[in-house]
């Protein structure tokens, strides 16, 4: 059984397109998070929900909208792709926020 | 403001006993967590530390000092699949907002 489960696990496209990335935890957590990895690896928040509630935005441009429709889930769409977007994508939960987190697979973005 | 300094890499031999060592600033200390990554993959959690001391997890052992703002990780008997980074990381805005370092990558040679 997946814990956290993302998708898609790669996206490829072309600079101005809209593209979503889904998000699920089997894990009865409350809290979820966004994070990005760039190239440098360096891993760094973006959104921190609680109970389907946003509590952290990390000054992401409003280009990226996350959505949280219940606790178990949080999806992240982007419009308009920039090439700077390309990074690999990490959903994470966990059971509250002191607790340790969850990770997801990853997505793994290309912007061409 | 918060700042997470890990040296960027380290290379230890095959049943070596190897230290990360981390340096933390942050507002609020909600304690310290550890996390390894191997490439391509996502993070998975190694350790908590929120009071002084050393923690011991098998072949893992993390240790914090909060009055130093230090905390390391402790890897013995290394093994070839140890290689990988690991993050040191400090939530705080109530543990929402997690600052991560740019982690260590460490290579395991035979």
């Known amino acids: 059984d997946t814990a956290v489960s993302q998708t898609p696990k790669y996206l490829v496209t072309q600079m101005g397109n809209d593209k979503s990335i889904k998000c699920e935890q089997n894990l009865g957590h409350d809290t979820m998070y966004w994070y990005k990895q760039d190239s440098k690896k360096f891993l760094k928040i973006m959104f921190s929900?609680?109970?389907?509630?946003?509590?952290i935005n990390e000054t992401v441009p409003n280009r990226f909208s996350p959505k949280s429709p219940d606790k178990a889930h949080l999806n992240l769409h982007i419009n308009s792709l920039e090439l700077g977007d390309s990074a690999v994508y990490f959903c994470?939960?966990?059971?509250?926020?002191?607790?340790?987190?969850?990770f997801g697979p990853g997505t793994r973005l290309t912007v061409l | 403001g918060q700042n997470i300094d890990q040296p960027t890499e380290m290379t230890a031999t095959e049943g070596a006993i190897v230290q990360i060592n981390c340096t933390y600033q942050?507002?609020?200390?909600?304690?310290l967590f550890w996390y390894q990554q191997h490439a391509g993959e996502a993070p998975t959690f190694l350790s908590y530390n929120v009071l002084d001391g050393l923690e011991e997890k098998g072949r893992f052992s993390s240790f914090l000092s909060r009055s130093k703002g230090y905390s390391y990780l402790l890897l013995k008997e290394l093994q070839m699949k140890d290689s990988a980074s690991y993050l040191c990381?400090?939530?705080?805005?109530?543990?929402?907002?997690?600052?991560f370092g740019a982690g260590t990558r460490l290579f395991v040679k035979a």
């Open positions: 990381a400090a939530p705080h805005t109530g543990g929402f907002k997690t600052i």
């Open positions: 929900y609680n109970n389907k509630e946003l509590i």
């Open positions: 942050t507002s609020g200390f909600n304690g």
């Open positions: 994470a939960s966990s059971l509250t926020s002191y607790n340790e987190q969850f």
